[in-house]
C-alpha cells in the first residue's frame, strides 16, 4: 500500500507564511511527478504547482512569485513553501504524487490539510 500523509496547514494572517509538507510511504519503486491542489468550499479542486523528478516546476498564475514548490527524492517528499497569504489562499490543500509500484503507475493523493488566512 502507499500513503501519502501531509502536514503544515492551519491558521495564519493576511501577508503571512505557511510551509506544508507531504511524505510517500509503502511499496514505492520510485515517484514521478508530485505537486499540490487545492479546492476551496464551494468550488473545483485546481492545481496551485508541480513538479517532476529532475525538479521542473509548474506554477498556476495566481500563485507566481508567492508559492514555491520544491522535493527531496530520497524521501519522497514535496513541500510547498506559501508567503504573501491572503484570504482567497483559503482552502483545503492536497498533495499528489505519480508513483510507481510493481502493479504498474498510479497517482495517489493525500488527505488534504486545511489552510485558513484570516485575520
Known amino acids: 500500500q502507499v500513503q501519502l500523509v501531509e502536514s503544515g496547514g492551519g491558521l495564519v494572517q493576511p501577508g503571512g507564511s505557511l510551509r506544508l509538507s507531504c511524505a510517500a510511504s509503502?511499496?514505492?519503486?520510485?515517484?514521478?511527478?508530485m505537486g499540490w491542489y487545492r479546492q476551496a468550499p464551494g468550488k473545483q479542486r485546481e492545481l496551485v504547482a508541480t513538479?517532476?523528478?529532475?525538479?521542473?516546476?509548474n506554477y498556476a498564475d495566481f500563485v507566481k512569485g508567492r508559492f514555491t514548490i520544491s522535493r527531496d527524492n530520497a524521501k519522497n517528499a514535496v513541500y510547498l513553501q506559501m508567503s504573501i497569504l491572503t484570504p482567497g489562499d483559503t482552502a483545503v490543500y492536497y498533495c499528489?504524487?505519480?508513483?510507481?509500484?510493481?502493479?504498474?503507475?498510479?497517482?495517489?493523493w493525500g488527505q488534504g490539510t486545511q489552510v485558513t488566512v484570516s485575520s
Open positions: 509503502g511499496s514505492i519503486l520510485s515517484v514521478n511527478a
Open positions: 499528489a504524487a505519480d508513483i510507481v509500484r510493481i502493479s504498474g503507475p498510479l497517482r495517489y
Open positions: 513538479i517532476t523528478r529532475a525538479g521542473n516546476t
